[in-house]
Nanobody
């Protein structure tokens, strides 16, 4: 069973940067498109960044130009570089495959203070 482990979150001031990582226990990245999701308090989990097997990326407008998703299939890891962070980016961040999800990891908390 594949396990997803997110890391790299923390507390940062608005305008700051963080880099998140998501490691999978099994070799799934090379065959799957991946996504970063986030869930803010009182809100539904949302998919905001995706990367295809070949590296094509897509973002929702709220993070476009500030966040960058990337992947390293050899390391079974997907990354999220977050720059110019805003208070509204505060959420628990998760990664998963696109489509029917695998079991969710524990996520990593990102808190952006004003």
């Amino acid at each position: 069973q594949v396990q997803l482990v997110e890391s790299g979150g923390g507390l940062v001031q608005a305008g700051g940067s963080l880099r998140l990582s998501c490691a999978a226990s099994g070799n799934i990245f090379s065959t799957k498109s991946m996504g970063w999701y986030r869930q803010a308090p009182g809100k539904q989990r949302e998919l905001f960044a995706t990367i295809s097997k070949g590296g094509t990326t897509n973002y929702v407008d709220s993070v476009k130009g500030r966040f960058t998703i990337s992947r390293d299939n050899d390391k079974n890891t997907v990354y999220l570089q977050m720059n110019s962070l805003k208070v509204e980016d505060t959420a628990v961040y998760y990664c998963n495959i696109l489509g029917p999800p695998l079991a969710w990891g524990q996520g990593t908390q990102v808190t952006v203070s004003s």
